[in-house]
C-alpha cells in the first residue's frame, strides 16, 4: 500500500463533460504530481504541486487544471472531454526536500464514450 | 530535452533466468535515473535510482542496475526470475532543463515462463 488514495478508481463519462479526479497524497508528504497513461501516449507527467503552489508543469493541456488544498490533497479537472483523453491518470506524491515522485496511486481510469 | 528509449516492449525469460531490461538515456547534464514497476491494475513502485553516487545501484526484490555513462545506460538486472516478477517496467530520467520533472521510456513487459 503505497499510501496515495485516488478517487474515483473508474469514471465513465461522454465528451463534452467535465471531470474532477481526486487525489489524498501519503501522510506527511508535501509534492503531487499529477501523470498520464494511455496506449498512445505512454506515461506523461502532466503537472506538480508542492505544498499548495505549482512547482513543474508537463504536457498538460489548458482544457486540463489542478490544484493542491491546504489539507495537502489535490484535485484534477477536466473540461470539455474528448475521446482521446481517455486514459489512467495517476497521482503521486513525495517528502519534503524529494524531487521526484516516490509513492503512487493506483490510478483512476477515464473512459469517454 | 532528456528522452528515454527502453529497447524491447516484450522481454519473457524463464523462471530462474537472467533478467535484463534495457534502458538508453538522453541528457545534456548528468541525470537521475530511475526504475519503477508497474503491477496489473496498480500504480508504479519504485524500485531503485541512481542519484550520481555509486554506479551500481541496488534496488528492491533482488533487482539492481548500473550506470554506465560512456554508453548512456542504465539497465536492469536481477540473476534468477520469479513467477512475481512479472509486470510492465519502466526507466525514468530527471535532471537538465526538465528540472525534476520525470520523463519515462515506453516501458517493457517482462512475461515469466515457468
Known amino acids: 500500500d503505497s499510501g496515495v488514495t485516488q478517487t474515483p478508481k473508474h469514471l465513465i463519462t461522454a465528451t463534452g463533460q467535465r471531470v474532477t479526479l481526486r487525489c489524498s497524497p501519503r501522510s506527511g508528504d508535501l509534492s503531487v504530481y499529477w501523470y498520464q497513461q494511455s496506449l498512445d501516449q505512454g506515461l506523461q507527467f502532466l503537472i506538480q504541486y508542492y505544498n499548495g503552489e505549482e512547482r513543474a508543469k508537463g504536457n498538460i493541456l489548458e482544457r486540463f487544471s489542478a490544484q493542491q488544498f491546504p489539507d495537502l490533497h489535490s484535485e484534477l479537472n477536466l473540461s470539455s472531454l474528448e475521446l482521446g483523453d481517455s486514459a489512467l491518470y495517476f497521482c503521486?506524491?513525495?517528502?519534503?526536500?524529494?524531487?521526484?515522485?516516490?509513492?503512487f496511486g493506483d490510478g483512476t481510469r477515464l473512459s469517454i464514450l | 530535452a532528456q528522452s528515454v528509449t527502453q529497447l524491447g516492449s516484450h522481454v519473457s525469460v524463464s523462471e530462474g533466468a537472467l533478467v535484463l531490461l534495457r534502458c538508453n538515456y538522453s541528457?545534456?547534464?548528468?541525470?537521475?535515473l530511475f526504475w519503477y514497476v508497474q503491477y496489473p491494475n496498480q500504480g508504479l513502485q519504485l524500485l531503485l535510482k541512481y542519484t550520481s553516487a555509486a554506479t551500481l545501484v541496488k534496488g528492491i526484490n533482488g533487482f539492481e542496475a548500473e550506470f554506465k555513462k560512456s554508453e548512456t545506460s542504465f539497465h536492469l538486472t536481477k540473476p534468477s526470475a520469479h513467477m512475481s516478477d512479472a509486470a510492465e517496467y519502466f526507466c525514468a530520467v530527471s535532471g537538465g532543463n526538465a528540472g525534476n520533472m520525470l520523463t519515462f521510456g515506453g516501458g517493457t513487459r517482462l512475461m515469466v515462463k515457468p
Open positions: 541528457s545534456s547534464v548528468p541525470p537521475y
Open positions: 503521486a506524491s513525495s517528502e519534503a526536500g524529494i524531487s521526484q515522485p516516490q509513492h
